[in-house]
């Protein structure tokens, strides 16, 4: 998982639209925790993006198998609506 929460921080020199900065001063904003906080968020959502990318086939292929031969360890299942297969039976719908 990504924590950046016990990362030291490290100067930088940023340009940014000279109005927004003049704005965010005068609200007291918090330039560098504004900043930090949503790039973290960024940084996150993009690497969370790439890996389900990169792992796009995997989840293809293990949906396909689920398709085809039902939920793993599914017979064991007491809370299922199906015969605990994972798969659709006659007369079932999928919920929607």
């Not at 930088?12 to 918090?30: I, P």
């Not at 939920?71 to 007369?91: C, E, I, Q, T, V």
Request: aromatic share 8%; no cysteine; proline share 2%.
């Amino acid at each position: 998982m990504l924590q950046f929460d016990k990362a030291p921080k490290k100067a930088t020199n940023l340009s940014l639209n000279a109005k927004v900065l003049e704005m965010a001063r005068e609200l007291g904003m918090n330039l560098s925790q504004t900043v930090d906080a949503l790039l973290a968020e960024e940084v996150k959502r993009r690497y969370w993006e790439k890996w389900r990318d990169d792992n796009k086939e995997a989840f293809e292929a293990y949906n396909e198998r689920v398709r085809r031969e039902g939920l793993p360890l599914a017979k064991y299942r007491s809370f299922a609506r199906s015969l605990g297969d994972g798969k659709m039976h006659d007369g079932e719908q999928k919920a929607t």
